[in-house]
């Protein structure tokens, strides 16, 4: 036989619309008074919830269902389309103050940089101070820039500009100087050339005058011999009569 304890452990966990009428829970109930009264409680208890939930209006419609999933895809669709327009609004609108902005300043900070006048002197191992002013002179044309040539002697130029003429000047006077036929280097070479050709001259001319001199002295050596007198024309006889 089952006991109370049983049956309230049956009745817990189970369902009175799923239990038999022989079953032990029933049959018990049949012979105690106390667990049929409870039976009778929880039986009046699960019929009135089905009849609420069997009166509440259905939670959703099917169509009303559908509707709603199509309108949700829609949504996500647009939102979708809204993001990438707003990503690529966003990266016009970055492009437009950099351009307008950022792009400006720094071309300002270059043309500031470029326009700062600085000095340098440029030493010349080839090239004159002259023709290194000649060089030059096309690429210095900024305002305030100039060169300077020494008055002493040395062998370099001064150059006053931006930074863009400097090394247009630096790069010109090497190109210059780094040439096997720069005019420097042949007037260099014919100058040379010229002076070996002058000691030479002296050192011939130097050998000639000592046979001359001593030509004369022996010529002033050589006695001097006797003028021969000039023949005398006879004069002719005069005819007798």
Not at 56 to 69: F, G, R, Y
Not at 107 to 118: K, N, Q, Y
Not at 172 to 185: L, N
Request: glycine share 4%; charged share 20%; hydrophobic share 35%.
């Amino acid at each position: 036989m089952m006991t109370c304890e049983q049956c309230l452990s049956e009745l817990t966990t189970g369902s009175l619309r799923e239990m038999s009428p022989d079953s032990p829970v029933m049959v018990h109930c049949a012979t105690c008074p106390d667990c049929a009264h409870l039976t009778t409680l929880l039986r009046d208890r699960e019929y009135n919830a089905a009849n609420v939930l069997n009166n509440l209006p259905p939670m959703s419609n099917p169509i009303t269902v559908a509707e709603t999933s199509v309108n949700l895809a829609r949504r996500r669709r647009i939102g979708r389309v809204v993001v990438m327009l707003s990503g690529a609004a966003l990266v016009v609108t970055i492009w437009i103050a950099a351009a307008t902005t950022v792009f400006p300043a720094l071309r300002r900070s270059d043309i500031v940089t470029s326009s700062e006048l600085r000095t340098e002197t440029i030493s010349l191992s080839c090239l004159s101070p002259e023709q290194a002013a000649d060089v030059i002179h096309p690429y210095i044309r900024s305002r305030g820039a100039t060169y300077y040539m020494p008055t002493s002697g040395i062998s370099a130029i001064t150059v006053r500009g931006n930074a863009t003429e400097l090394a247009k000047a630096r790069s010109q006077i090497e190109h210059f100087e780094q040439d096997p036929g720069a005019a420097c280097r042949h007037t260099l070479g014919s100058t040379l050339k010229m002076l070996q050709d002058e000691i030479s001259a002296a050192q011939k001319g130097t050998g000639t005058g000592a046979g001359a001199n001593k030509a004369s002295t022996e010529v002033k050596e050589r006695p001097e011999q006797p003028e021969r007198p000039q023949p005398k024309e006879r004069p002719e006889p005069k005819e007798r009569p």
